[in-house]
């Protein structure tokens, strides 16, 4: 059974898709304008099954959550949020898959609360040390609210451009224009000092007990694989790479099948 809701972390609402049950995943979406927790994880819920409980919010700034009043987005705060959502549902130990930035809250969580995250996939991810703001990136980041920017984002997040039709762009600036106003604050220029906010130092790193895997697809613009994914085999403990040749920024969405199989066994526990 899959439903959305809402429940207050910290006196903030947070909006989330929540499905199956089992062992607790918790799944963190990318930056991009219009990304929601749903939009972005509701198929690979599908194909984890119901024998695991996916918990996939939408970020503060993002689709239904709002930014806590007197706050701004950023790693801390996503990292906090994602703690305590994971606290007043009541859930002790959970796995951790991000996407892009959500990859970044997803090992910073993993420093901060080692006791409670299990393992953690992080999918073209950011947060690698001295990982510069990538064109497509920058672009992305600044993509206008309407079809014309739907489009040119889409055509960056994938190297096969038959997802992007017509429908997938009508789609993705409804959810842009919906989230205009709290994503205007989130990435203002110069948006470098985002990617810096976005990064994790050799230290912090480096004290991540949990197995890592790293997902990336071999042609991604937004976070090249060279820049973003294999700086992270030199400081993380526990960690192994899965490259997908003929892939863009998205590997779960172009590569559907393949992605739903390595999440799986990645995450069945011992």
């Not at 995250?117 to 073209?124: F, L």
């Not at 990064?199 to 991604?220: C, E, F, K, W």
């Amino acid at each position: 059974m899959t439903a959305l809701r809402t429940v207050p972390v910290d006196g903030s609402p947070v909006h989330l898709l929540e499905s199956g049950a089992g062992p607790a995943v918790l799944m963190l979406h990318g930056s991009g304008p219009g990304t929601t927790g749903s939009g972005a994880w509701a198929s690979t819920a599908q194909a984890l099954g119901a024998s695991w409980r996916v918990v996939a919010p939408d970020q503060a700034g993002f689709g239904g959550t709002p930014v806590p009043a007197g706050s701004r987005g950023g790693l801390r705060l996503w990292t906090e949020q994602a703690a305590g959502l994971m606290d007043a549902l009541g859930v002790e130990r959970y796995a951790v898959v991000g996407h892009s930035m959500g990859g970044a809250v997803a090992l910073a969580l993993a420093a901060a609360r080692p006791e409670r995250v299990t393992r953690v996939v992080a999918v073209s991810t950011m947060g690698a040390p001295e990982a510069p703001l990538s064109t497509d990136l920058d672009a992305v980041w600044a993509a206008p609210a309407d079809p014309l920017g739907a489009r040119d984002m889409l055509s960056r997040l994938f190297l096969d451009q038959a997802l992007v039709t017509d429908a997938a762009v009508e789609a993705r600036a409804a959810a842009m224009r919906d989230g205009a106003a709290a994503y205007a604050s989130l990435f203002p220029p110069p948006r470098s000092r985002w990617v810096d906010d976005l990064t994790l130092s050799a230290q912090t790193l480096a004290g991540i007990r949990a197995p890592v895997l790293l997902v990336h697809g071999a042609q991604d613009r937004l976070t090249p694989l060279d820049t973003a994914a294999r700086p992270l085999l030199e400081h993380l403990a526990d960690v192994r790479l899965h490259v997908f040749g003929r892939c863009g920024h998205v590997p779960a969405i172009e590569h559907p099948r393949e992605f739903g199989r390595l999440l799986s066994c990645f995450l069945h526990p011992d």
